[in-house]
């Protein structure tokens, strides 16, 4: 293929940033002779078929599951180890061509968008669990191995790891994103289950941000390098190993699920639930259109109202001693049909809904596309704002099923949208915009799970005010002086 074709077109992305793709590229990739130098040194390190210069390949490189448009990168390497990952960093660095790190592309802000061209990094060759100490509970990983893979793995030895975002996404991509999911209000985000990273900085260079090898449960030795990388997107580094915490599987599980006359009742639930000490493993909100929808799609029969979905996990005694709790809580708050279930083919039977929500909102306008934002607020603002976004969504006649961790205050609408109906795309622009907004004055985050990527740069700006964004930018500087990590993402360009 020839490189040197470009793609000018753009569109405008939901930061309200013209989105295009290899205008700016690198020139020096360009000039006479160093192409076909720099593929040959590719080659030389990762062999001929860890080079691709496929259209095909490089627009799966180049889009993840988020509505940005596909900037694929001028070439896709796959390299095997981390000694040829920092090879290839060398000879980028060198030439000064972008590095854009890629897992499994289930992003949903356009992390791996080559908005400046370049070389995407696929690390799904390196997929080795490398060290795994069940005395210990943790486990070193490659890039290439995603969250069910190494569940498949530990398989037989009583661990587990718990951190769930939904997609069978690659691990290190989840420290890259700071994913979290259904099960943090028990057992935390990845930012709370990685103990150490292995990461290969813009120049080649290796950093362990724990020391080699090192893998203690805390520390207080020195600057927190391991939570600097988590959920820096590939901005600073390409993460090539990661040490995770691993849990106990869980002598028994119970799910149960409640519905619920009002957003409130619901809430205040929840909130007590936690007060009450009791370790829900999930708690599951999804609005009144979700619970519509999911009963459409799936042949269900549940109440068309606010209702959660619950897990618990422990010992056959505490478990019923949980449930018990849990009832008595959401009875007081009017709760109603609260059924609960042990054995494993009924409780996925009463998690049907809360499973197949991605599925059911499509369903709602087949032929559209759904696109998927979050925010985090804290709990007592939790009913404002839902309620707010409902009535923002029916005012504007957006469809956007409202599914939610509601014990972290974080929830997702699921907008499903005509991609052909550019004011439609406006309007979802603007309530995403207000959306987020709305989290910030209530103290709350612009986005608590999918991260900042191409979509949430500017919100990003709004939330952390301009002194912190400018350390942030410091930071980038220091590891990256000459922004090839990734670029456009997390930060906006800097006005020249």
């Known amino acids: ?51 691709s210069l496929g259209e095909a390949v490089r627009e799966q490189h180049g889009k993840d599951e988020s509505v940005h448009r596909c900037c694929p990168p001028d070439v896709v390497l796959f390299p095997r180890c981390v000694e040829e990952v920092s090879a290839l960093a060398k000879i980028c660095s060198r030439h000064r061509l972008p590095i854009i790190p890629f897992g499994t592309g289930t992003g949903l802000e356009g992390g791996v968008s080559a908005v400046k061209g370049g070389v995407c990094f696929s690390l799904r060759n390196m997929d080795q669990v490398l060290d795994l100490h069940q005395e210990d509970f943790d486990v070193t990983v490659e890039p290439g191995v995603t969250r069910k893979a190494l569940n498949a793995y530990l398989r037989g030895t009583g661990l587990w790891f718990p951190v769930d975002p939904g997609a069978d996404a690659s691990l290190c991509g989840m420290a890259a994103t700071s994913a979290s999911g259904t099960n943090a209000v028990r057992y935390g985000t990845m930012r709370e289950n990685v103990l ?20 203690p449960r805390k520390t207080a030795a020195g600057y927190n390098l391991t939570n600097l990388f988590v959920g820096s997107e590939g901005t600073l580094g390409i993460i090539t190993k990661t040490t995770l915490r691993l849990y106990g599987i869980p002598e028994a599980t119970v799910s149960a699920v409640c519905s619920f006359p009002s957003v409130q009742a619901a809430v205040d639930s929840t909130v007590q639930i936690l007060q009450a000490g009791v370790p829900v493993a999930r708690i599951e909100f999804l609005d009144d259109v979700m619970m519509d929808a999911c009963n459409r799609f799936s042949s269900l029969s549940y109440a068309v109202t606010p209702t959660l979905f619950l897990e618990f996990h422990g010992s056959e005694g505490s478990l019923e001693e949980q449930v018990n709790t849990a009832e008595d809580i959401t009875q007081s708050n009017s709760g109603s049909g609260f059924q609960w279930a042990k054995d494993a083919e009924t409780r996925e039977r ?24 979050d ?29 939610g961790h509601v014990g972290d205050g974080n929830f997702h609408c699921l907008m499903v ?24 004055a209530m103290d709350g985050t612009c986005t608590g799970e999918h991260g900042v990527g191409l979509g949430k740069r500017a919100l990003l700006c709004e939330e952390m005010g301009p002194v912190a964004v400018q350390l942030m930018q410091r930071l980038k500087d220091a590891f990256d002086p000459r922004n090839l990590m990734n670029p456009g993402k997390i930060l906006l360009p800097r006005e020249l």
């Not at 013209?18 to 700016?24: D, G, Q, S």
């Not at 720099?38 to 860890?50: H, K, N, P, T, Y």
């Not at 985090?376 to 504007?396: A, F, G």
Request: aromatic share 6%; with cysteine; glycine share 8%.
């Open 1 to 51: 293929r020839n490189l040197q074709e470009s793609n000018r077109g753009g569109s405008l992305s939901p930061d309200g940033q013209m989105n295009r793709c290899h205008v700016y590229r690198m020139n020096s990739i360009y000039k006479s002779g160093v192409l076909d130098g720099v593929l040959s040194a590719f080659r030389s390190i990762c062999g001929e078929d860890g080079v």
């Open 196 to 215: 150490n990273l292995e990461v290969v900085l813009a120049d080649g260079s290796v950093v362990h941000t724990a020391g080699m090898g090192r893998r």
């Open 350 to 373: 009463l998690w049907k809904a809360r499973h197949d929500a991605w599925y059911a909102s499509l369903a709602l306008r087949p032929g559209c596309k759904a696109y998927a934002t």
């Open 375 to 403: 925010v985090c607020v804290p709990l007592s603002h939790l009913p404002q704002i839902l309620v707010e976004t409902k009535e923002d969504l029916i005012e504007n006649r957006l469809t956007g099923p409202i599914v």
């Open 417 to 440: 949208v005509d991609p052909g109906d550019p004011e439609e795309l406006h309007r979802v622009h603007l309530f995403v915009e207000r959306l987020a907004r709305r989290a910030l």
